[in-house]
């Protein structure tokens, strides 16, 4: 059954570095997602993603994040200079084009650790 | 603002009870109801949806109900089983195709021999 994967699985980071969490949508789905999970917290939603461009955003979702989908497979977000309240789990979710109320699959997550 | 409030954050039942969670929302009139399973350190998993012209919907073990007049939804287990522990989300969803989620805070569900 096909699935969405996440790489790493685990990242450990200085504060003020840049780091780039990968994802692997499911193939012929077409829109994207990154939400973040806090410890203990919520699930919540950072940005979409369709027709390569962003369709929607966050107010977590400042200029210190990116999102890019640099060929057909990959889907990437980027923080430009990390700060300790952006430690996490981040994940990556995608749907089918078919309906604005299907479901969305997401992917293992990765756990970003900023020190 | 936006508020999505979910029963209880820890419930323990018997196996074999069924198991009823609530999600109550306020300030949002969304377009359909998920309900998501999250084991601990993994993503969400899909569940069911149920639309805001949906009243009830089942699938094997599992019902869902939806009253938009009273904002709220109703997750049913039944016959719940000691796999079904785990923490488990409620998400609105609004008009339109991107469709992002607004997740609850979640409950913690434990099932007990």
């Known amino acids: 059954e096909p699935e969405v994967t996440q790489t790493p699985s685990h990242q450990v980071t200085q504060m003020g570095q840049e780091v780039i969490l990968r994802c692997v949508p499911i193939?012929?789905?077409?829109?994207f997602y990154w939400y973040r999970q806090i410890l203990g917290q919520k699930v919540e939603f950072l940005v979409s993603?369709?027709?390569?461009?962003?369709?929607?955003k966050s107010e977590i979702f400042d200029d210190q994040f990116s999102v890019e989908r640099p060929d057909g497979s990959n889907f990437t977000l980027k923080i430009r200079s990390t700060k300790l309240e952006d430690s996490a789990m981040y994940f990556c979710a995608s749907k089918p084009g078919t309906s604005g109320a299907g479901e969305q699959f997401f992917g293992p997550g990765t756990r970003l650790t900023v020190l | 603002s936006q508020k999505i409030e979910q029963n209880s954050e820890a419930l323990n039942i018997q196996e074999g009870k069924t198991a009823t969670l609530t999600c109550n929302y306020t300030?949002?009139?969304?377009?359909?109801l998920q309900w998501y399973r999250q084991d601990p350190g993994r993503g969400p998993v899909f569940l069911l949806l149920i639309r805001e012209n949906e009243k009830e919907k089942r699938k094997e073990r599992l019902k869902v109900t939806f009253d938009t007049t009273l904002k709220q939804s109703l997750f049913h287990i039944t016959a719940s089983q000691p796999a079904d522990s785990a923490t488990y989300l409620c998400a609105l969803g609004p008009p339109g195709t991107a469709s992002k989620l607004t997740f609850g805070t979640g409950t913690r569900l434990q099932v007990t021999l």
């Open positions: 300030n949002y009139s969304p377009a359909y």
């Open positions: 993603f369709y027709n390569n461009e962003i369709s929607e």
């Open positions: 193939s012929n789905h077409l829109y």
